[in-house]
């Protein structure tokens, strides 16, 4: 373009479009049609990298996404720390080690003690020598040694009927 028309758009830019004259900026339009759009391997961005057509301004991105990180992992140490120092949970009571009676023997007789009100009663008396009481796994017998003339035997009692088996082992 030249002086001219520079002039004219910029008059009818002051003026605006209702104001300014009508030829300035129908030759404007005219010499805009003509050419084309530049072509794209003019551009400098095209060869140059733009890190060295742009100036570059300082980002604190990746310093906060370095504290962010930091502090992501003192979380997770903590918490490893903090779920490693806690006490396993205890598993739920089985076997020998479930709350119940518990039997004993004192004096060659053999005792049982409720768990509820912790009254006592002979389980099993009488001369015989009887002692080391055990409970079954299941914990409906208990099992003893009795000395007799004969040797050692171990007989099965029922707890709640006081009630001998004829289970005899010699040794």
Known sequence: MNESMDRELSDWLRAGPEFGPREGLEQALAATRDVGQRPGWTLPERWLPMQLSMARTPSMRPL????????????????????GSQPPPLPPPFGL?????????????????????GTVRVLLGGPEAD?????SNQG??????????EGFQVLSVRPMRSMTLNVRVRF
């Open 140 to 149: 409906d017998r208990v099992a003893f040694a009795r000395d007799t003339e």
């Open 97 to 117: 080690a479930r709350n119940g009676a518990i039997v004993y023997g004192e004096n060659d007789d053999l005792f049982i003690a409720d768990r509820l009100d």
């Open 64 to 83: 906060l996404a370095m504290l962010l990180l930091a502090l992501l992992i003192v979380a997770l140490v903590a918490s490893v720390i903090f779920v």
């Open 131 to 135: 002692f080391a009481p055990v409970f």
